[in-house]
């Protein structure tokens, strides 16, 4: 098991809302000055647009870091998991990340076996795992009985139990229920407040054992350590009103949820 952080704990220095945004590279450093060794890009757009000469230099640049890299995009069209299976290979991916939908794609479960028995020998045949992620757009049922039903090793859950309470479903019954299938973790913790006036509420994130996250939990029912099930640092860290108020806050929280971590698993 190895803890890692995302481009969503970067979420908001990598964006454009900062006077000068931080480049991937530059987070990849950031990464390994913190003591870290896994980075997954996740949800980058700017991947898909780097030329196989591009991708190779970021490899480069993550080998001299001493990372590991893996990666997340969204959806299942056979196509669009190949161009990611190709970026796998480029830069010595084995695990990817995906979601059922992706925009206006929306396939029924029966649609999504089609696709991925369709692509799933690729996968097998390049070592990589592709981790389907709970979260609200799809009943976490529906998600484990796809998986299920096709039943490979080169399958299984990215399990991020703060997504699915949009849909009402609750963390600690989606971390039991999945357990079996886990192939990674999104760490993240997650609150509740109150709006203005006391008129409904805000889910936001929260440092890690701040929230509503039952870590210990997920812990003992996952067990990442024996199964070596990475664990990836996510935040849902609100904007704060400013560039460098923000910037700071992410700052303090990646430090924070990365020593939350090393306590609970050194």
């Known amino acids: 098991m190895t803890i890692g952080l995302s481009t969503y704990a970067f979420f908001w220095r990598l964006s454009d809302r900062m006077p000068r945004p931080l480049s991937l590279t530059e987070a990849l ?3 390994r000055a913190l003591g870290v060794s896994l980075f997954q890009i996740c949800d980058h757009p ?4 780097m030329s196989t000469a591009e991708l190779r230099e970021l490899r480069t640049v993550a080998d001299g870091l001493g990372l590991t890299l893996e990666l997340g995009t969204r959806g299942l069209h056979p196509d669009h998991l190949r161009r990611y299976l190709e970026i796998a290979r480029i830069l010595d991916v084995r695990l990817l990340r995906s979601m059922m939908n992706s925009g206006e ?3 029924s479960p029966e649609t999504a076996e089609d696709r991925l028995r369709t692509v799933l020998p690729e996968f097998a045949a390049q070592g990589v795992t592709l981790a389907l992620e709970t979260y609200e757009q799809v009943p976490t049922a529906t998600l484990l009985r796809l998986i ?3 039943d490979s090793p080169n399958l299984g859950v990215c399990l991020d139990p703060g997504n699915v309470v949009a849909a009402l479903e609750h963390p600690v019954s989606v971390v039991e229920t999945t357990a079996s299938r886990v192939v990674n973790v999104h760490v993240k913790d997650f609150a509740f407040s109150r709006k203005d006036g006391w008129v409904g509420f805000t889910l936001a994130g929260a440092p890690l ?4 996250l039952d870590y210990d939990h997920l812990i003992r029912t996952v067990d990442p350590e024996a199964r070596g099930v990475n664990q990836v ?3 849902w860290l609100p904007w704060q009103g400013d560039p460098a108020t923000t910037r700071l806050l992410e700052e303090q929280w990646t430090r924070h949820n990365i020593e939350f971590l090393k306590e609970r698993t050194s």
Do not use: F, N, V, Y
């Open 233 to 235: 640092i996510e935040h």
């Open 105 to 107: 794609d929306r396939p």
């Open 148 to 150: 299920e039903r096709i």
């Open 46 to 49: 700017e991947l898909e647009r």
């Open 209 to 212: 054992g701040t929230g509503l």
């Open 29 to 31: 450093a950031e990464t």
